[in-house]
């Protein structure tokens, strides 16, 4: 009974509380006292009396007018309206009808109120000429968010699952904190590190080198750079958190973090370990369950990355160590220095089998084949970068970097082909261990020189590279071709590489103002001399001497490679309060030349003339709306592979041979944006549309003989494009102070045709597709968030030869993320994934669903987190695909990770102190 009568006052209560919540509307006109002019992008915010929390914002339209509209408890509000250079207007207004007209309200002149006031504002938004400013005590995330969570709250910005952001459609390449870099070009170690809790400001700009900054000069404009700024009370002090975790199948985890500031000075270690296919960094956050799957790259050399950071190994389950160390700091007002240390290593087991059907103009046929590798990789990196401000004109900028890394690998691999009527026509058993080493050292040298105040500048760059690789190969191998004339090729070598590459690039730009600050004349002379040499001596095993001592003339390579280019350009570039653009056109002198020491025959030299050109603009119509097109031109030498005319039969089923007469590719690339974000109304558009046309490029020319055996060599072609246009539209609708609802729909085209041949004949094959895409997320504060997504990828390959099939391929992709924070201290998240694609062959599963689960519960005051994590829930994680192409169709399976449950524990510390203060405080749990 005493539950009943206690349900029923909580909805007494609740209906009462939520009659109250009041619906208002307010308008107004922003103008300047001193001009009398209507105030474009005037930052409006709203702020609740009591405890001066954000209740809504917005920005004023080129009119200077501004509309919000919301639902509130208070009778009272505070109104705040900011604007660069002028002084904030504030009024109290008493919340007691639904429409409020404010008029036109004048902000007057603020001698002070320059970049200071700025900084310390406590707008939302506030937009400059080239920035885009948010500030973080206005977006509400969990508790504990890092720089991530918080990034996925602001308006116009959006992270994909492996750390990609985005800012209006345009990529972010680069995250800086308080200006200067963060364990190098990974931003995902930033932003899934660092927590909004020491974050005051984040800042968007356009990407520029800082020889470009600092001369005045616009960027290309194609990514953008976020700056996150640190609180100032949080400039002096030590932070950071561990993490360590255990679970099924002998899964484990361990990370640790510790920053130290000392105002300009900053300090930074990193380490970590798993065996669960993630990037090293997870300290037990909940959001990071997808393992890295889809974000592991391999290279040839068997290392791999993940995010863009390698760690070494495969592309199965992966087994990742690393550590690292971040230094920055000033000294004095003419030297900026940062450097980072970084450690990655692993290891990995992968296994793969294949099913092929290759497509031929008057027949077809089919391959099987099954892998297995085990690899291992060490992988050391330094890199430093030195600022050196002599003068208000004069910068030097020096980057120097380096790489350490060896690695090893077993792998085997059987395979056999089949003729039409499912006879084996071929096959080969083959086993291989090779291990390896790199080293590499890179150096950039800039120095930049002002004249004057007009623009006027002279910039000299040089860059030097050293690398060199050394191996050692053994191969078995048992190659059999059957049919009328059959043969077995067996072979048992041991092969020595070693291959150098010297790289230098010089450059000397001169910029010249024709109006001051606004139309230049740029000039510009640059030369780059690559150099490589490779050396593989192959030797067969000797049955007599037992030993691998008989030298193999046509395994073996010894050849220098030089590819030297000379470049004069000459370019225009106008800069103005609205629109911008620049203009440039390049002559190019290139010589190719080949030294072969072991087949003098195939020496060659060769001299390219051609020209590249580009065109970029960008117009802004407002602060709301902008739009960028570019063209260019470019000329690409054929590889070293590609050219050299030496038969390559380490495969005997695919003997490969070069074609020194091929000629370098030329490839047009135009691509225009626009983009478009209503802070009034919530709701961000951005289009993009494109094309890739290339003339010349290298392609491969197979002829197939009875046996299935191809014989390989290239041949320049035209008539390659590639088209498409993306689009995406999104809108907030905020139900009330603490619901909120955000729709985004995609959609993505694409054509492209290819030319290519196939058994000598020549043919066009033709690939449309069609990639819609709806996103729905429902946020109420507090309690819980749900995110739908459903996407369809369809596409069509056509062909002009009518031995070909036209092929259509339809993938859907349906997930469902959700979070519940209730009660407070406990934490549940899933993330549940369905993929369907009627198109793989039968043997392999056709729909999968894929779900991970975690729980989290904040203990020690919030200080620290206990996870339990459940992957691959339904283990139906399979890593079947299908890939098709102009010429094979084909269906594989490799080894992934799969289900297994892991608890793990972590914990934040934090003594941050005022800029130039110790902290008396001690250690405490953030």
């Known amino acids: 009974m005493k539950n009943k009568l206690f349900l029923l006052l909580l909805v007494v209560c609740s209906v009462s509380v939520f009659s109250q919540n009041k619906s208002f509307k307010i308008s107004g006109t922003v103008i300047s006292e001193v001009e009398n002019q209507a105030l474009e992008a005037a930052t409006i915010y709203l702020e609740r009396v009591k405890d001066s929390s954000l209740v809504t914002y917005t920005i004023s339209d080129k009119e200077g007018r501004f509309f919000m509209e919301d639902k509130t408890y208070d009778d009272n509000l505070n109104i705040y ?178 920053n130290r500031f000392d105002n300009d000075q900053r300090i930074s270690v990193l380490a970590g370990g798993n065996n669960v296919n993630e990037s090293g960094f997870s300290f037990g956050e909940i959001r990071k369950m997808f393992g890295g799957a889809n974000s592991i790259s391999v290279s040839s050399n068997g290392s791999f990355n993940i995010d863009g950071r390698s760690f070494g190994g495969g592309s199965g389950i992966v087994t990742s160590r690393n550590a690292g160390a971040n230094y920055a700091d000033n000294f004095g007002e003419g030297l900026d220095v940062s450097a980072d240390y970084f450690y990655g290593g692993g290891s990995s087991e992968d296994r793969t ?22 690899s291992d990789s060490d992988n050391h990196s330094i890199n430093a970068k030195f600022d050196i401000k002599i003068d208000s004109t004069l910068l030097i900028n020096i980057r120097p970097s380096a790489r350490y890394t060896t690695n090893n690998r077993n792998f085997s691999r059987t395979e056999e082909s089949l003729n039409e009527e499912n006879t084996v026509t071929n096959n080969s058993d083959t086993r291989q261990f090779d291990e390896g080493e790199n080293r590499n050292f890179n150096n950039n040298l800039d120095v930049t020189k002002k004249f004057g105040s007009d623009g006027a500048s002279l910039r000299v760059s040089m860059t030097n590279e050293f690398e060199k690789q050394e191996g050692e190969d053994f191969i078995q191998s048992t190659t059999n071709v059957f049919g009328d004339n ?350 369907y694609n009627p198109n793989i062959a039968s043997v392999f599963q056709r729909s999968v669903w894929f779900w991970n689960s975690t729980l989290a519960y904040s203990i020690l005051k919030d200080k620290g987190t206990i996870t339990l994590k459940a992957y691959d829930i339904l283990k139906q994680n399979n890593n079947a695909r299908r890939t098709a192409t102009q010429n094979f169709i084909q269906d594989s399976q490799s080894l992934v990770l799969q289900q297994y449950f892991m608890l793990s524990f972590s914990w934040k510390f934090n003594s941050l102190g005022k800029k130039g203060e110790t902290s008396n405080r001690g250690f405490f749990f953030d």
Do not use: C
């Not at 939302?124 to 890092?146: M, W």
């Not at 294949?354 to 085990?374: A, Y």
């Not at 092929?807 to 994934?833: C, M, Q, S, Y």
């Open 353 to 374: 089998s294949t099913q092929r059907e290759n497509i031929l103009p008057d027949r077809r046929f089919f391959t099987n084949s099954s892998t297995r590798s085990t």
């Open 81 to 258: 309206i900011s604007y660069v250079g002028l002084a904030t207007y504030f009024q109290n207004i008493k919340i007691d009808k639904e429409e409020i007209d404010l008029g036109n309200i004048k902000l007057k002149p603020d001698a002070n109120a320059l970049d200071e006031v700025v900084l310390t504002s406590r707008a939302p938004i506030t937009i400059k000429k080239d920035t885009l400013e948010f500030n973080v005590k206005s977006f509400k995330t969990k508790k504990d968010a890092t720089v991530e969570d918080l990034l996925k709250k602001l308006p116009g910005v959006e992270v994909d699952a492996e750390g990609k952001i985005t800012v209006n459609g345009k990529e972010v390449n680069k995250i800086l904190v308080n200006g200067k870099p963060f364990f190098g070009n990974d931003p995902t170690i930033t932003t899934r590190n660092l927590t909004k809790e020491i974050i005051e400001k984040v800042q968007v700009t356009d990407t520029k080198t800082d020889a470009e900054a600092f001369a005045g000069e616009d960027s290309d404009g194609e990514n953008k750079t976020i700056n996150l700024t640190i609180k100032e009370e949080n400039n002096k002090g030590v932070f950071g958190r561990v993490a360590a975790g255990g679970g099924t199948d002998e899964r484990y985890m361990g990370a640790g973090l510790f």
């Open 486 to 835: 059959p043969e077995t090729i067996v072979r048992d070598q041991f092969t020595d590489s070693e291959q150098d590459f010297r790289s230098f690039y010089g450059s000397v730009n001169y910029t010249h103002p024709i109006i001051s600050k606004k139309l230049f004349v740029y000039s510009e002379f640059s030369y780059r001399n690559d150099v490589r040499e490779n050396i593989e001596s192959t030797f067969d095993f000797d049955e007599n001497t037992m030993e691998y001592s008989s030298f193999n003339s046509d395994l073996s390579t010894n050849f220098k490679y030089t590819n030297s280019r000379i470049s004069p350009k000459l370019g225009v570039r106008y800069r103005g309060e609205k629109a911008s653009i620049n203009i440039s056109s390049t002559y190019v002198k290139r010589t190719l030349e080949n030294e072969d020491a072991l087949r003098p025959e195939t020496t060659f030299e060769r001299d390219f003339d051609a020209i590249e050109a580009r065109v970029y603009g960008n117009y802004r119509f407002n602060k709301k709306v902008s739009m960028y097109v570019n063209y260019n031109i470019s000329n690409t030498p054929p590889s070293v592979t590609q050219l050299q005319p030496f038969q390559d039969v380490s495969d005997p089923l695919n003997i490969v041979t070069g074609n020194p007469n091929l000629r370098p590719s030329n490839e047009h690339r135009m691509y225009a944006g626009f983009n478009a974000y209503d802070w009034q109304k919530r709701t961000g558009f951005n289009l993009y549309i494109g094309a890739n046309v290339s003339y010349d490029r290298p392609t491969s020319k197979t002829v197939v003989d009875e046996n299935f055996v191809r014989t390989t060599t290239f041949e320049n072609v035209d008539g390659n494009y590639n088209g498409y246009v993306s689009g995406s539209y999104s809108k907030n609708i905020k139900l009330d102070t603490i619901r909120n609802l955000r729709w985004r729909v995609r959609l993505g085209a694409n054509t492209n045709q290819s030319v290519n041949f196939f058994d000598g004949e020549k043919y066009n094959s033709q690939t449309n597709s069609l990639n819609p895409n709806l996103r729905l997320t429902f946020t109420w504060d507090k309690v819980f968030e749900i995110e739908p997504s459903y996407g369809i990828n369809y596409s069509i390959n056509t062909f002009d030869l009518d031995a070909f099939d036209n092929v259509e391929f339809v993938t859907h992709n349906l997930g469902i993320e959700t979070a519940t924070f209730l009660p407070k201290k406990l934490e549940w998240r899933n993330d549940i994934n369905f993929n």
